[in-house]
């Protein structure tokens, strides 16, 4: 699987924006971190005071990027992964974001704006593992 990438410091800057400003806006109005992993995580708590705010967020991710495919579909470079290889890799990343307390977002985003030395460690263990995980499949032959 090759896919062909252009560095494009706008959009980025824009996207990175973006994410601040809804992670900031959902700080200053509930309280909240923006980790997604917790925030989908505690749908199914019961006992979740803000239970009833969480799909609202998780809802309004869903429709930005469903609203970007329609309006710039090439934004979206179609990977030719197995179901199976997929399937484990999310079934990994979720077991992943128990075991460190949380998501790239509540770390990597949220944790290290407030200087946390937890979301340090945790965000450079994402990035490492991921390293990892790119430099074995391409030793593998699986990838270029």
Not at 62 to 85: D, N, Q
Request: aromatic content about 4%; some cysteine.
């Amino acid at each position: 699987m090759h896919i062909s990438s252009s560095f494009t410091p706008l959009s980025a800057l824009a996207g990175g924006a973006l994410i601040g400003l809804s992670a900031s806006i959902l700080w200053w109005t509930h309280g909240r971190v923006a980790g997604v992993s917790g925030l989908l995580g505690g749908l199914v708590d019961r006992d979740g005071a803000d239970r009833d705010e969480r799909p609202w967020f998780l809802l309004g991710l869903v429709a930005a990027g469903a609203l970007l495919l329609v309006a710039r579909p090439s934004a979206f470079p179609s990977a030719h992964a197995p179901l199976a290889v997929t399937a484990v890799a999310g079934l990994l990343v979720g077991v992943g974001t128990r075991l460190g307390s949380g998501c790239t977002s509540g770390h990597g985003v949220c944790g290290l704006s407030r200087l946390s030395p937890r979301s340090l460690a945790s965000t450079l263990t994402f990035l490492a593992t991921g390293a990892a995980t790119v430099l074995a499949v391409r030793l593998l032959g699986g990838g270029s």
